[in-house]
């Protein structure tokens, strides 16, 4: 493998339903970044079928150049018809750096195609930096839950690869009219990538605000005590108003308390929102990893010597579904008194 | 049938902590236990096991003491256990792991290979995937459910918010999420059988056709260029006040960032 051959920084641009995920255009910003550093493009790749009007979006964002692959055979993700497209993608373009989200597809997708074209993976980065030297890309991680971070690096193969978590990376204020050179890439897929029959697809109705698109979080933990007080948590974020919402540890959902939608932490969701409120939330490592870069963290928790009061910016130590009710009064107050004035 | 389960030692990352004052990993005393999503496929196998009737191999790659987690899955009743040890093993990123256990699975009859979605220690999900690669299989990555159909298996595969039902003809392999079970407890005369009726098999280097270039630290494609504990942030103001008095602190604390 000559290293010189790989050029350029790609973005898997995940997409469902003919909707880009919000971590593709996170990645795409980061991209613009590399590539900055490395004096290269970059391009976005879009598998799926009727997706020619995501290239505009994915221009504004921040590409270069965007390929299509449209085929009805990509309409839904499966495993193998994705893997041989993205391979033969890679292996025509060489490309030096390929990004993909850390979500349900690119966590099934990446591996595979790493293992496919030999080279490495790094998974779940929340820093990418290119070495000023060496021009090698610097994948930064949590390992053991979040308790330590590792620096990877793969020097002798190509492209590099990591996946990344949606929300950690930040996209770009878009522009206002995309200049992103568009090529269709011919598809052809051999009958023997079907090897797998999806027999369904239950999509899982929330009409909630996802907890990754919320200003605020009031999120809630094992010190609630019951669901029933997740009531207090709802309260509050509704005296807030529009952008706020309800989130929770890993022990609800465990639980079963709230869904799975609304977890924040390492194996749920990373969140900054501007103000993250937690509530009974004790503050495991792995609950940190997830929320730590939140502007501004109040915790609420009983226990003085939690470590949610670590990271927070305010602590109270005390029964939250004492000052939970008190606390909303007081925003609500305080909210109608500034739309009076 | 035949099913091979791959299962990881791995050390209770919630049970590890940070020494405050060094900001170092306090290793001693954190008890190791077997992969959460890997034991949840383990279960996954004996119960096929018990519902049709299948042997259950498992796999572990790891040092000696990884002995323990695989006696602890004959104990809850796989048939046969491998613990693919070598020093020459050492040091393995995902890829280079991966070619070890597709070149250990290999040498077993299998219909279905399971191995958890991803272990506690690393996280990454890689390993599961890129064995399937590996041996020219179908993989189903993040099962819910799973059920055999003949000469199939039908998975309920979640993603973030919708899950797909997806048929697969076997061979294949799954990657199993701590959901699909709750797995069943040693039994004391399994955990007598599992330390004198049963035997771990040890499987080094020798006993695996595989190339040396595609294992351990030298075939891995990635490196460790460093690690290092998360510089801690500083430490806000706490109050342990009356109800009020706390209230007030809030909404001066919310003033003062400008959020109210």
């Known amino acids: ?341 | 049938m035949n099913i091979v389960v791959c299962i990881k030692q791995v050390p209770d990352t919630n049970e590890v902590k940070l020494d405050p004052k060094t900001g170092t990993l306090i290793r001693e005393g954190v008890p190791s236990i077997i992969n959460p999503d890997d034991k949840a496929g383990l279960e996954a196998a004996l119960r096929l096991k018990d519902s049709m009737g299948a042997k259950v191999s498992v796999l572990s790659m790891g040092p000696p003491q990884a002995d323990v987690a695989l006696r602890e899955a004959l104990a809850m009743g796989a048939d046969e256990a491998i613990l693919i040890t070598d020093r020459a093993f050492g040091g393995a990123d995902t890829w280079a792991t991966s070619s070890t256990l597709a070149s250990a699975v290999k040498k077993l009859p299998f219909d279905l290979i399971i191995t958890g979605r991803q272990a506690i220690d690393g996280d990454t999900a890689q390993v599961g995937p890129q064995i399937a690669e590996h041996l020219h299989l179908p993989n189903i990555s993040y099962a819910e459910e799973i059920k055999v159909e003949g000469d199939s298996i039908i998975v309920k595969r979640q993603y973030e918010d919708r899950y797909h039902i997806i048929k697969a003809k076997m061979p294949c392999l799954i990657t199993a999420l701590a959901e699909l079970n709750e797995p069943r407890y040693m039994t004391p005369m399994g955990i007598w059988d599992a330390y004198h009726e049963k035997e771990v098999k040890i499987w080094t280097l020798e006993d695996l056709d595989v190339d040396r270039a595609n294992i351990g630290l030298k075939g891995s494609p990635t490196r460790v260029w460093k690690s290092f504990t998360k510089p801690l942030k500083a430490a806000g103001t706490v109050v342990n006040t009356d109800v009020q008095d706390s209230v007030e602190f809030l909404m001066d604390s919310l003033r003062s960032k400008f959020v109210l």
């Open chain 1, 1 to 341: 493998m000559n290293i010189q051959d790989y050029k350029g920084v790609f973005v898997f641009a995940q997409q469902e339903d003919n909707k880009l995920a919000g971590v593709s255009l996170e990645l795409v910003g980061k991209a613009k970044e590399l590539a900055k550093d490395l004096g290269t493009e970059v391009t976005a790749v879009v598998l799926g079928s009727g997706i020619e009007d995501m290239a505009k979006k994915l221009g504004r964002y921040g590409a270069d150049n965007v390929i299509l692959a449209d085929d009805p055979g990509l309409k839904v993700y499966m495993t193998e018809p994705y893997a041989h497209v993205l391979t033969q993608v890679i292996e025509a373009k060489k490309p030096e750096i390929v990004l993909y989200g850390a979500t349900a597809i690119g966590r099934d997708l990446a591996p595979r195609v790493s293992a496919r074209v030999h080279t490495g993976l790094t998974a779940d980065c929340t820093g990418l930096e290119v070495d000023p030297e060496t021009k090698n890309l610097r994948m930064t991680r949590p390992a053991f839950g979040g308790n330590i971070m590792a620096t990877i690096i793969c020097p002798e193969f190509r492209p590099q690869m990591a996946t990344v978590r949606p929300g950690v990376m930040q996209r770009i204020h878009p522009a206002a009219e995309s200049s992103a050179k568009v090529e269709h890439y011919k598809v052809e897929l051999p009958q023997e990538s079907f090897n797998v029959e999806v027999l369904d697809i239950v999509k899982k109705v929330s009409d909630r605000m996802d907890i990754q698109d919320a200003k605020i979080l009031v999120s809630g933990g094992r010190g609630m005590g019951c669901p029933e007080n997740f009531q207090l948590l709802e309260d509050l974020a509704a005296a807030f108003g529009n952008g706020a919402t309800v989130s929770s540890s890993r022990a609800c959902v465990d639980a079963g308390w709230v869904e799975k939608d609304r977890q924040v932490g390492q194996t749920g969701k990373t969140v900054r929102p501007n103000l993250y409120i937690a509530c009974g939330i004790s503050g495991a490592i792995q609950h940190l990893a997830g929320m730590e870069d939140s502007d501004l963290i109040i915790a609420i928790n009983k226990d003085e010597y939690a470590p949610i009061f670590e990271v927070a910016d305010y602590g109270v130590v005390g029964d939250v579904t004492k000052i939970l009710p008190a606390f909303t009064e007081q925003v609500k107050r305080a909210i109608a008194e500034k739309n009076e004035s």
